[in-house]
């Protein structure tokens, strides 16, 4: 009977006398191709059969089937067939309440030696299906090196949607679980209480990594896992530059800045800055409780007990709501002297206010600050005019960066790229130390001569206007000495000096 003939009995649900036949052919001549190939279809069609978590037993039976007859590689066809079914099944078994890894074990180690097309969206739907339970799967690592990440198409690299939502791609979800299982290292003790990191692999891993990023650089998890890798090889040289791309994005998450503290963990007061920055952000105190229990320690070695105090009730409080167990090392905290001192405020955000710009400019660091001066200031609307030279100058919103500026103040500006119509975005702005100086403003001494009627002066080649001449009751002659700031004449077109200050 031929294979076309057999496949049919399967087709029409005849396929216990699809099996008798076919038995009854490798048994009297088991070497012969095409007696293994019709058996192979006939157990292809009881995987169909069988390919949900009920019928596991009779699935593994037929997979290990195929298995024996050892078809050679070209057999594409049958080995991509089976590649759905096993899929179906091992989905199948991820949606179980209690997901039975030691079946899906079991199948890996059936399929180890399948001749699946590779790439191919049969094969990628295989990876579907074992990826699914990554985070709780021991054998996750030796699945995906087995697969083999090169293996992606390249429709796996595209966003998918789900219920009208775009997910990551199946590919950027790969990258991330083979660096999360890399990071999780493995079990030294049965109650995985001990673990080590393989840094072999992940020296291998991280150009592969590298060339996801450089390739993908609209993947935002990435680079995250890139820094946390370096720093797991306890390399930081390069883990602050492949961190900060993936800063800069997600930088209104707090575990960004947890993260960034690890990275600065040398550089006690940056990474206290960092602490600062993540606990300022608007997030649920669900979230916080472990970050505030490490940030209440930093600030016991600073001996800020009030402080200290402030996270630690936050703390408990959020772990009484939720009926979590307070942790010992709190409760020892609460029963010292410091403690019961210490006087509990409202919350920290004063001090988290007073750090948090020192960790923000970490992000920005590789742009050069730029030296400029304050022309004017509206503070109805959180605007400043400056001014660095006569080739760069204009206005910005200061909200958020600057506390009471004034003219003639020095600051020290990172701009977000160039002005439009005299317009800048900035990326921090800071007063600048008293030792900085700035070609846009000059000390000047003389005398002054005050034009009558309209009551503005000159000090030699520096305009004093009429309200300065008023407030400081200055006469024609007298000897005064200030601060002037470069300045542009709308009307005359003309750059000169302007006195903003009489000392």
């Not at 992940?202 to 890139?226: E, G, N």
């Not at 004093?464 to 542009?488: H, M």
Request: charged letters at 30%.
């Amino acid at each position: 009977m031929s294979i076309r003939e057999v496949i049919e009995l399967c087709k029409s649900d005849r396929l216990d006398e699809a099996l008798q036949i076919v038995s009854v052919n490798l048994e009297s001549d088991p070497d012969n191709i095409w007696n293994k190939r019709a058996a192979a279809w006939v157990y292809y069609y009881y995987l169909k059969k069988n390919a949900q978590p009920d019928s596991f037993e009779a699935f593994k039976e037929n997979l290990i089937k195929i298995k024996d007859l050892q078809l050679p590689e070209d057999e594409k066809m049958i080995f991509d067939n089976c590649a759905w079914q096993i899929g179906s099944l091992v989905f199948g078994l991820q949606k179980t309440e209690h997901v039975d890894y030691a079946k899906i074990n079991e199948l890996f180690e059936i399929i180890k030696n399948f001749h699946f097309t590779s790439p191919s969206e049969a094969y990628s739907f295989i990876y579907k299906a074992f990826h699914k339970g990554y985070q709780n799967w021991s054998s996750y690592l030796t699945f995906a090196d087995w697969w083999n990440l090169e293996n992606l198409r390249s429709e796996d690299f595209l966003k998918e949607e789900f219920k009208g939502k775009k997910m990551m791609s199946i590919a950027e979800q790969a990258y991330i679980a083979y660096s999360k299982k890399l990071l999780e290292g493995e079990h030294l003790d049965p109650f995985g209480q001990q673990r080590v990191i393989d840094q072999d692999k992940i020296q291998s891993f991280l150009p592969i990594l590298d060339a996801l990023i450089k390739k993908y650089p609209d993947y935002q998890y990435p680079p995250y896992f890139k820094a946390k890798l370096l720093l797991a090889l306890g390399s930081d040289e390069n883990v602050l530059s492949a961190f900060l791309p993936f800063a800069k994005q997600k930088r209104n998450d707090f575990w960004v800045w947890e993260l960034m503290a690890e990275i600065f963990f040398e550089d006690k007061d940056i990474q206290f800055a960092c602490y600062c920055k993540a606990l300022s952000l608007n997030t649920p105190e669900d979230f916080l409780v472990k970050l505030r229990q490490t940030f209440a320690d930093k600030l016991i070695e600073r001996k800020m007990y009030n402080e200290a105090k402030t996270e630690i009730q936050k703390i408990v409080a959020t772990r009484e709501r939720k009926e979590w167990k307070i942790p010992n090392q709190i409760v020892q905290w609460m029963k010292q002297d410091w403690y019961q001192n210490a006087i509990e405020r409202n919350n920290n955000s004063i001090l988290y206010n007073q750090y948090k710009k020192q960790a923000e400019e970490i992000l920005f660091q590789e742009i050069q600050e730029e030296i400029v001066v304050i022309e004017f200031v509206n503070e109805n609307r959180h605007m400043l005019n400056f001014i660095k030279d006569k080739r760069k100058y204009g206005f910005f919103k200061y909200e958020n960066q600057l506390t009471k500026p004034k003219i003639g103040d020095v600051l020290k500006v990172r701009f977000n790229g160039d002005g439009q119509n005299g317009f800048y975005k900035i990326l921090t702005a800071k007063i600048a130390d008293s030792n900085e100086t700035s070609d846009a403003i000059k000390d000047f001494e003389g005398t002054i001569k005050v034009i009558s009627p309209q009551n503005f002066g000159f000090i030699e080649d520096i305009f004093v206007e009429p309200k300065i001449i008023k407030e400081r009751k200055l006469a024609d002659g007298q000897s005064v000495k200030g601060r002037a700031i470069l300045s542009f004449n709308k009307k005359k077109k003309e750059w000169g000096w302007k006195a903003i200050e009489i000392k």
